[in-house]
C-alpha cells in the first residue's frame, strides 16, 4: 500500500506515518502531476525530492522548524523530560528528508582552511557515493553553528545544498564555500559581524540526518 498525498500545505498523517509501508508527498503537481506520480510508483522515475519545511506530528507541536535557538535545544532534550505524554517531540519529517529507490553513503570531509580571519573563505567537500543498484539523485546540505557568540544563534544553519546524479558505485566530490556573509550575524548592536571562534560544520541528507561532522576556527 502506498499513500499518495495531494496538499498545499502539511497535513497530520501521524496514524498514516505509523501504519502505511510507503508515503508519496505530491503536493499540488499540475496537470502532468497523476504521469509523473505513475512514473514514480513503477519505478520508471527515481524520486529525489526534499522537504522545504519541516512536518510535525500534531497541530498542537506548532511552530516546529529546523533553525530553532539553543534554548529550545535545552528544553526539547533536558528540561521538559518526555514533553508529549503520546509522542516524542521531535517532528513527523525534518527540513531537508526525502527518500528514493537508492542510497547514499557520505564520506571524505574535508574543511580547509582551518583556520581564516572575517573576511576568508573556507571551502568544505565531501565525497558521495551511490551505494545503490539504481542511478538516482541526491541532495546534499551544508548546515553551520556559532558554537560560542555574544547574541543567541540557531542551531544549526542551512549555509548550501547540491543537487548530484550518480549512477551505480559513482561517487562525485561536492564542494561548498562559506564566505563572510555565510558566517556573518547582527551582534546586539545590530552591526552585521563575524565574531571569531569556532564554528562547526555538518553536512547530510537531512537537518537531522548529518552524516559528517567538522570545524574551523575564525580569529
Avoid at 56 to 65: C, F, I, T
Wanted: proline share 7%; glycine share 10%; hydrophobic share 40%.
Amino acid at each position: 500500500m502506498v499513500l499518495v498525498l495531494i496538499n498545499g500545505r502539511p497535513l497530520s498523517v501521524r496514524w498514516a506515518a505509523e501504519n502505511v509501508p510507503a508515503i508519496v508527498e505530491a503536493w499540488l503537481p499540475g496537470e502532468k502531476g497523476g504521469e509523473a506520480l505513475a512514473d514514480i510508483l513503477f519505478g520508471d522515475c527515481n524520486p529525489g525530492g526534499k522537504l522545504t519545511i519541516t512536518v510535525p506530528r500534531h497541530a498542537g507541536q506548532l511552530p516546529v522548524y529546523y533553525n530553532y535557538l539553543p534554548d529550545k535545544e535545552y528544553w526539547i532534550t533536558k528540561g521538559w523530560g518526555k514533553a508529549y505524554a503520546d509522542m516524542p517531540a521531535t517532528p513527523l519529517w525534518p527540513f531537508g528528508f526525502g527518500l528514493s529507490y537508492t542510497k547514499f553513503e557520505y564520506d571524505e570531509l574535508l574543511v580547509y582552511p582551518s583556520e581564516t580571519g572575517p573576511y576568508g573563505e573556507i571551502t568544505v567537500s565531501a565525497m558521495i557515493k551511490n551505494t545503490g543498484d539504481r542511478r538516482g539523485s541526491e541532495v546534499v546540505q551544508l548546515y553551520i553553528r556559532d558554537q560560542i557568540a555574544s547574541v543567541l544563534t540557531p542551531v544549526k544553519q542551512l549555509k548550501g545544498f547540491k543537487k548530484v546524479f550518480l549512477d551505480p558505485g559513482e561517487t562525485q566530490v561536492v564542494e561548498f564555500s562559506l564566505t563572510h556573509d555565510d558566517l556573518a550575524m547582527y551582534n546586539k548592536y545590530m552591526d552585521r559581524v563575524v565574531e571569531p571562534g569556532v564554528f562547526e560544520v555538518m553536512v547530510g541528507s537531512s537537518s537531522e540526518d548529518l552524516r559528517l561532522k567538522g570545524e574551523f576556527e575564525v580569529f
